[in-house]
């Protein structure tokens, strides 16, 4: 049994733990005023204060505990949102193409950094390579996957708006379609990634490129030249391998690979 001094010094106790959580978390949680309340009408009521000073602290014990798992899960909230952001940004980071407006951003950036390989860094190997026979069935590939004008898409993404505008779609039906988009895309990256180690060893004389023949539309001939102007073939070869392997790691697709 408690005697009245030792009640008394548990009762300041608890009330600068009070204080302290109050002030270090949430006055909100940690609510003295409330605390004082009970106590005042546990001495109005003549309630034993050794059992009302046993139940207060468990009581403290349990908010304190709730607060800790409260905090914890509410900073695993944060850190998911975070790197969901930063995935996010990741992507968004490439150039979009507006296809339809129940599109996933995910499909409308791919389509966009696929084209950008396409039309943007594929043309300078027509004149640095020697045999343009894999480079042809490559750019093939591209095409059905990314090509864009300005009044048409590409064949698979005309498939993939088809299924966008059908009444009854379901959205599991559009994710999988978009999924399966992402995946054939990733498979090309891959293949095309791996050929051109295989022929960077064959290009590694010192020399600039040459843009004399060059035969594409001005304004992509202007922006092809003004991102390999300062290129040796090989360095061009490793340009194109880093902008394919950015694509493939910010869309998170290492895996989709077939050996």
């Not at 996010?88 to 951003?105: G, L, R, V």
């Not at 995910?106 to 390579?129: D, R, T």
């Not at 300005?150 to 088809?162: G, L, P, V, Y």
Request: with cysteine; glycine share 0%; net charge neutral.
């Amino acid at each position: 049994m408690l005697h009245d001094n030792e009640i008394e010094v548990l009762i300041a106790k608890l009330r600068n733990k009070y204080d302290e959580y109050a002030n270090k978390y949430s006055p909100r949680w940690f609510n003295k005023d409330a605390f004082e309340e009970r106590l005042q009408a546990a001495l109005r009521n003549k309630i034993d204060l050794e059992a009302f000073i046993v139940a207060e602290i468990a009581h403290f014990e349990t908010i304190r505990k709730r607060y800790e798992e409260k905090k914890s899960e509410n900073s695993f909230s944060k850190k998911v949102d975070a790197l969901i952001e930063e995935l996010t940004a990741k992507i968004k980071k490439y150039p979009k193409i507006e296809i339809h407006p129940k599109a996933h951003f995910e499909i409308i950036h791919m389509y966009g950094a696929c084209n950008q390989l396409l039309e943007l860094y594929f043309p300078v190997l027509w004149i640095i390579l020697d045999d343009h026979t894999m480079l042809y069935e490559f750019e093939q590939q591209l095409q059905y996957l990314c090509d864009h004008t300005a009044n048409r898409f590409s064949k698979r993404i005309e498939d993939h708006i088809a299924l966008l505008r059908r009444p009854s779609v379901k959205h599991i039906e559009i994710e999988k379609d978009k999924n399966e988009y992402l995946k054939e895309c990733a498979f090309l990256l891959h293949r095309i990634y791996q050929w051109l180690s295989d022929i960077l060893p064959h290009y590694s004389h010192a020399n600039r490129i040459s843009f004399a023949k060059l035969y594409i539309n001005e304004e992509k001939r202007k922006k092809t030249i003004a991102q390999f102007q300062d290129d040796t073939p090989s360095s061009a070869i490793r340009k194109i391998q880093a902008y394919i392997a950015g694509i493939i790691d910010d869309f998170r697709l290492q895996a989709f690979r077939k050996d």
